[in-house]
């Protein structure tokens, strides 16, 4: 197999960045086709955190191509922050492949996400403020500054001049912004630009020679299923395609170039930001969950909203990207609970819904039918096979790959490396 997709099943921070720097040991290259620095991908190896936002997860593997695709919007601030902060830490960075064709956040997308979000009063979707919804907005009003732009001073000097001129307008009159400097965000990116430019490339040229010549690839899902633009809890959504299909056109790779896609799933339910959520627990079980798993946002700090898992939302990833296999992490996080809750199905006015409901209305009423599970009461953190596993997280697993009708491909036991146990060994 060479093409591997990685996708989140519930509202992101399942865990995907843990997996992904797993199966890259396998891999030659690790792609990330959307999102930008909204994402916050913890990888964990010899106790050591790298918090990674941009950059694809495979970069602690020497010799790895971490690709960033035409699909990603692309900070090159935050790019840099992380390049200077991994190399500080020894890690090469060669590897890297910057697409000429990505979207450039620019700093009025940062701050319009920010007083564009606090506008919408009760509304607000509750963004990462990384400027990603902006920045794909003017992408799709085709008025975007991509890579290529910002590599050519020229190009670069005439199109943000156009646009600033507009973004100050905008900035001043509909949030009594003060308008941005243009010669200092000139002067910025052409600094940033001279940085980044031995890493540019065409990597939808690249990615399909490496497919030709039988390279591993794996594609790194950011966010996930129900904060994808079309499929989520629209309006409480990111403005990207995190299913498995964001690859075709975040990537430059066809769908039958894919062969495998590993849906991420975290044991349990978190969020972060607004928006439904049907399976929250606003009591002692949901602040205990956040309390054990250190519910806490990698790039905003903020605390998660947390609740059991929901397999009515993981059935529908499955369905949405093709999942082959999942990968349970986080399971021992609930190493503690006496009892643990499954939600297998919705039901809606007394009758079982057999789709997830488009109405915002309809999801925030549904009432979640549960199934009840025995904790096993014991750490699981040193468990390497699955036959070790105690026989009451089996019972839990089992049900879940029943429920959602993905088979079970890992179980990850911790945050390191090694704490991972590989039942599935066709991923690759
Ligand atoms: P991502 O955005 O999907 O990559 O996930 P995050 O990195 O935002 O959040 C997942 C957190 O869980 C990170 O701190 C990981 O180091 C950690 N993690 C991943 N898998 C496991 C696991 O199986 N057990 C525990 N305890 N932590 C894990
Ligand atoms: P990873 O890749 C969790 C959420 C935000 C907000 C909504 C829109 O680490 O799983 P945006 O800034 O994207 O316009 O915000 O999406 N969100 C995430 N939640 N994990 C993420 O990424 C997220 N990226 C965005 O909190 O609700
Ligand atoms: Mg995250």
Known sequence: MSCVVVTGTQWGDEGKGKIVDYLAQQANVVVRFQGGSNAGHTVVVGGEAYKLRLMPSGILYKGSLCVVGNGVAFDPMIMLEEMDALKKRGIDLSGIRISNRAHVV????????????????????????????????????????????????????????????????????????EPLDYDAVLAEYLGYAERLRPYVCDTIALLNEEIKAGSKILFEGAQATMLDIDYGTYPYVTASHPISGGVGVGAGVAPNRIDKVVGIVKAYCTRVGEGPFPTEQLNAIGEKIRTDGHEFGVVT????????????????????????????????????????????????????????????????KVEPVYETFAGWKTSIRKVRSYDDLPEKAKQYLTRMAEVTGIALGIVSVGPNRDETIVLAKDIF
């Not at 990603?132 to 991509?146: E, L, S, V």
């Not at 009758?351 to 997830?356: F, G, M, P, V």
């Open 106 to 177: 620019l700093p009025y997308h940062r701050i319009m996400d920010g007083v564009g979000d606090e506008a919408r009063g009760k509304e607000k979707i509750g963004t990462t403020k990384r400027g990603i919804g902006p920045c794909y907005m003017d992408r799709d009003n085709r008025i975007g500054i991509r890579v290529c732009d910002l590599m050519d001073k020229d190009e670069l000097a005439k199109r943000l001049k156009e646009n600033m001129a507009r973004k100050n307008k905008e900035l001043q009159a509909l949030y009594g912004h």
């Open 301 to 364: 700090g903020r605390p998660r909203r947390t609740g059991w898992l929901d397999a009515c939302v993981v059935r529908y990833a499955g369905l949405l990207s093709g999942i082959d296999y999942m990968a349970v992490t986080r399971l021992d996080i609930l190493d503690d609970f006496d009892e643990i809750k499954m939600c297998v199905a919705y039901k809606y006015k007394g009758e079982i819904l057999n789709e997830i409901p488009a109405s915002l209305k309809v999801l925030a």
